[in-house]
């Protein structure tokens, strides 16, 4: 079964850092683009991050560029968030997203979330 | 970016009832349309790909059509296990954008 699952999330100051973890299982991640989707409360979905099948390439949208970072571990198939300087309005649920073999490739699954609450 | 519109932002339904979502985008993305349900404190759960390709599983209930510019989700008869907020989402570009949903409400 495929799956993934978030852990990491917190409470953290304005200005501090996090590190989100993707643990995959039922498939192989260098295989797909793997994506982070953030949902502020009570607000829409907001795709932050990507990391292509090879992992010659990552995407920020412009609002957490050059704070956060995407990368990943193939031998834990294991995708991370590292999120720095981070700001009130990054207060969100973050979802660790499976695409597919291509950038044009559906969402087709989704972890549980998890929370990053942004506060001093 | 490309900008991602959805209507209505909400509806009001009874179980039964035919409901029709409409997206739009700011540009042409093909067929690169994607529908999702999200309950309330729940993932989000990929419904229809492509436009109009049904995800493994999901009630024929559901269909999606469009392409271009403008596309529909379609539920035929709805049920009580289908209100909920769903989204419209872009695979065309970079970077991925939704829309920002539609909650279907109980009548």
């Known amino acids: 079964e495929v799956q993934v699952v978030e852990s990491g999330g917190g409470l953290v100051q304005p200005g501090g850092s996090l590190r989100l973890s993707c643990a995959a299982s039922?498939?192989?991640?260098?295989?797909?683009?793997i994506h982070w989707v953030r949902q502020a409360p009570g607000k829409g979905l907001m795709w932050v991050s990507h990391i292509i099948g090879d992992g010659t390439k990552t995407s920020y949208a412009d609002s957490v560029k050059g704070r956060f970072t995407i990368s990943r571990d193939n031998a834990k198939n294991t995708l991370y968030l590292q999120m720095n300087s981070l700001r009130a309005e990054d207060t969100a649920v973050y979802y660790c997203v499976k695409g597919g073999a291509y950038s044009t490739s559906p969402f087709d699954s989704w972890g549980q979330g998890t929370q990053v609450t942004v506060s001093s | 970016d490309i900008q991602m519109t959805q209507s209505p932002s909400s509806l009001s339904a009874s179980v039964g009832d035919r409901v029709t979502i409409t997206c739009r985008a700011s540009?042409?993305?093909?067929?690169?349309l994607n529908w999702y349900q999200q309950k309330p404190g729940k993932a989000p759960k990929l419904l229809i790909y492509?436009?109009?390709t049904l995800q493994s599983g999901v009630p024929s209930r559901f269909s999606g059509g469009g392409s271009g510019t403008d596309f529909t989700l379609t539920i035929s008869s709805l049920q009580p296990e289908d209100f909920s907020t769903y989204y419209c989402?872009?695979?065309?570009?970079?970077?991925?954008?939704f829309g920002q949903g539609t909650q279907v409400e109980i009548k």
């Open positions: 039922g498939f192989t991640l260098n295989n797909y683009w």
């Open positions: 492509d436009g109009i």
């Open positions: 989402q872009q695979s065309y570009g970079t970077p991925p954008t």
């Open positions: 540009q042409s993305i093909s067929s690169y």
